[in-house]
Nanobody, 118 residues
C-alpha cells in the first residue's frame, strides 16, 4: 500500500484546511483509513478514521466537532477536513491504513506539514 498525503500549509488560527491522501491500494474499498499527527517533541497521535461505509467515522476528543474524515472510493482518496484550527493543531499529519478499528495503523504515508499561526 502506498499513500501520498497533500494539502498541508500555513493557516491562521480559526481557519480551515483540507488534507488529501491518495492510495494506491487496488482493494481500497476494503480498507479502513485514518489520520494521525505528530507535533514537535511529542508522540504520534490518532486524529480520525473513516470506515468502509460512507459516514462511518471516528475522531479523537481533541478534534471532535472540528475535524471530519471522509473517503471517495471511486478516486481512492481519503480526506481530512479541518476547521476552527488552533495553534496546538500544528503538526505533521499522516494518513494510514487502519488494521484494527478505529486507530491501529498498519501502512503509513509520508506526512504533510500543517502550521497554524496565532
Amino acid at each position: 500500500v502506498q499513500l501520498q498525503a497533500s494539502g498541508g500549509g500555513v493557516v491562521q488560527a480559526g481557519g480551515s484546511l483540507r488534507l488529501s491522501c491518495a492510495a494506491s491500494e487496488r482493494t481500497f474499498t476494503n480498507y479502513y483509513w485514518g489520520w494521525f499527527r505528530q507535533a514537535p517533541g511529542r508522540q504520534r497521535e490518532f486524529v480520525a478514521s473513516v470506515g468502509r461505509s460512507i459516514g462511518h467515522t471516528y475522531v479523537s476528543d481533541s478534534v471532535k466537532g472540528r475535524f471530519t474524515a471522509s473517503r471517495d472510493n471511486a478516486k481512492k482518496m481519503v480526506y481530512l477536513q479541518m476547521s476552527s484550527l488552533k495553534p496546538e493543531d500544528t503538526a505533521v499529519y499522516y494518513c494510514a491504513s487502519i488494521r484494527r478499528w478505529p486507530d491501529e495503523a498498519r501502512y503509513w504515508g509520508q506526512g504533510t506539514q500543517v502550521t497554524v499561526s496565532s
